[in-house]
Every structure is written in C-alpha cells, then in structure tokens.
C-alpha cells in the first residue's frame, strides 16, 4: 500500500491520509507521515547521533518515510526513505540543509526480520521484535535508560527531560493520575508529527494542449538550471531565449502555482531520476561540490521525491509560526546505484532545500493554491 510504482514515466502524488494506526505498523511496510518510524532493518537502527541537527545538536523530529522498492534488484526488494527535520525555523537554510537528514534501507525478499511472502492484514498480528530499547518519546534508538525505574529508555537527554516534565515523573514514582496522561499528550506534540498514511497516485493534469507545451518548456528550463546552477546569472540567462529569459525573472513559482493547484492536497511528488518541481529560481540546485553530492559509494545522486510544503498543514505543531518547522519545499536525491553496505544499513542521502517565497507559514501555503 501507498507504494509508488517504479515502471510508469510520470509523475506520482502524495496525499496524507487517516488511517487505523495498526496499519501502519513496519511489518506493512507502510509510507506513512509522523508518530514513530517504521523502521525496515530492526538490527542496525540510525544512532542518536545520527540523527541530531547539524545546527542546533538536538534531537531532529521523524517526518516521513517512503516505501518504493528497486526494480530489478534483489538486494533492494524491500527499500524505505526515512526523512527526519529539526523543527527549529532558525536551522531550516537554504540549499543542504543541516536541518534535514534522509536515510535509505534497503533489504533482500529473504532476511531474518519479515517473512518473504506479503503480510495478512490482521490487527491482531504482531510486529517482529527490535533487540534494542527505542526511545519512549520519539521511537528512535534509546540507550540511555532512566536511572531511577530503568524500565523507560531515551534517545537524548532532551527527550528523557521532556518525558520527565510529562508525567514520567509520577509514572516512575508509580503514581498514576489523569493530569500525567494529560502532560503525555502534549509531549508527544512537541516530539513527534501527527501520524497519517502516505497514499501516493499518478499525477491526473487537466491543462490544456497549449499550456502543457509551456510547462514542458518550464522544465527544459529548469533541466537548464540545475545543469548549470553554479554559474547561471541574469546575462546567461537572457542570452539563452527569449522565453527562458523571462521565465527565469518570475514565471517559476507561477508554474509551481500552477501545477500544484491542479491537485491542492498533495504533499509529495514522487518522480524518481525525474525532474523536482521547483518552487523558485534561487536557491536552485545542480551538479559539483557545493550542490547534490555523489553517494558514498562513488555514484551520482538522482532526484527522487519532494516533500511540499502543504504537509506544514497536517503536522499540528504547538510552536509560534516563527519557531516551528517551515519550508518551501524539499528535494530528496539518492543514490542512483541503490548501493548496499553491511556495515551501514541505514545510507544517508541527500536532501535540499528550497525556502519559502514570503513571510508566514498560512498565508504562504495558501498563496501556493491561489489563481494567478
Ligand atoms: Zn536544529
Ligand atoms: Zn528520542
Ligand atoms: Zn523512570
Ligand atoms: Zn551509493
């Protein structure tokens, strides 16, 4: 379910939707937005330290994660995206963001975790056992244990003082009161997203012949772009064409504008070695050092999803519109050879940002639905 198909040529759209939280449990290899990961290998999960903001050193927040397996690979039969952010405004930058971590797993139709054959819907199953203790309040690895009950288990020190204001408090003194649920409650929004399932279709454009040339044209300009993002200027771009020079001035978010009211609710484009759709004209990324780097492995990165920023809509965050987690939109690239390690089973890819046109997270989000 939710699995974006690898065969089709066009683009596919992600919606949030609700979903009976048992559904989204790992062994349904679910795409699935907030509340705990799913993780895919249960042995080697990412280490706190992997999974702190390269800013601000705090515990970043599970965003989302995709299920979209390899054709053709059978190393890769079972492959996951997981996209974790921090939530702090001041850390979201522009370009590679160390605010942003995306990790790849990937597992052969035969391993020691799931049975090879697809998985019986039934609430009652359970789910195959992670060795490690996870984190109560983020479900990410915990190896820091309460030193007082050693029954609750932490990422971080942020997350075990968050549970401790609570209601571990009482829970680990054994007293037990409506007030501690209550503080549980607001834990959980301050750590974790709203959970939704991830339910991705083809992208249905309704526009009519003579538009779609247009938008064709937009992407051979945006192609351009990303090929030449590190000298690209004004004068470069004139020269070009005419109808690229103009485009280039503030025809980019139009088109994004454009495109995206055809299907307003969609919070993922998945279009794997496609082209992203950009939201602006700056802060473009392209080829070298300074822009999508290569895998670890040595091969290049090829976009694979971006996560759009009407997802800001469904994520019910308790933070100030200036403290909480903004975005324009978020280009995911991963490695084009799907590479495997023994040693690393969760890869890092790569991820970049494109920040908001205006100020305000409402506002800007509604603009992006708004007719031209
Ligand atoms: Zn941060
Ligand atoms: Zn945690
Ligand atoms: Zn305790
Ligand atoms: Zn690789």
Request: net charge negative; hydrophobic share 30%.
């Amino acid at each position: 379910m939710g699995e974006p198909s690898t065969t089709s040529g066009g683009v596919e759209l992600g919606y949030a939707e609700d979903s009976p939280a048992w559904k989204l449990h790992r062994r349904y290899f679910p795409s699935k937005i907030g509340g705990f990961p799913a993780w895919l290998d249960l042995h080697s999960l990412p280490l706190p330290s992997d999974l702190q903001c390269g800013s601000c050193s705090q515990p970043m927040s599970y965003l989302l994660q995709v299920y979209a397996a390899h054709d053709g690979d059978p190393a890769g039969f079972h492959r996951t995206t997981f996209v974790f952010v921090c939530r702090k405004s001041a850390c979201m930058k522009p370009g590679n963001s160390p605010a942003v971590r995306v990790m790849r797993c990937c597992l052969p139709r035969n391993n020691s975790f799931y049975s090879s054959e697809p998985p019986a819907y039934d609430e009652k199953l359970g789910d195959p056992v992670i060795s490690h203790p996870l984190c109560a309040v983020c479900g990410c690895l915990g190896p820091n244990t309460c030193s007082s009950c050693k029954k609750s288990f932490y990422c971080s020190r942020a997350h075990q003082m968050l549970a401790w204001k609570s209601g571990h408090k009482e829970e680990c003194a054994g007293i037990k009161d409506d007030e501690a649920v209550l503080k549980g409650k607001n834990m959980e929004t301050a750590a974790i997203f709203s959970e939704y399932e991830l339910v991705v279709e083809p992208e249905e454009l309704e526009g009519k012949k003579e538009e779609k040339t247009e938008d064709e044209k937009m992407l051979e300009y945006q192609k351009l772009l990303m090929n030449n993002a590190p000298t690209l200027n004004d004068t470069s771009a004139d020269e070009l064409d005419p109808f690229y020079a103009s485009a280039a001035k503030d025809k980019t978010f139009r088109a994004f504008q454009k495109r995206v009211k055809q299907n307003p609710e969609q919070v993922l484009r998945y279009d794997r070695g496609g082209v992203p759709l950009l939201l602006s004209d700056k802060h473009v990324p392209g080829k070298g050092v300074k822009n999508v780097s290569r895998c670890s492995c040595g091969a290049p990165r090829t976009f694979e999803y971006q996560i759009m920023p009407q997802i800001l809509n469904y994520l019910d965050q308790e933070e100030s519109l200036t403290e909480g987690l903004d975005f324009g939109t978020i280009l995911v690239y991963t490695c084009s050879r799907n590479c495997h390690s023994e040693s690393i089973k969760y890869q890092p890819e790569f991820a970049w940002v494109q920040p908001v046109q205006s100020e305000g997270r409402g506002p800007r989000v509604e603009a992006a639905m708004e007719e031209d």
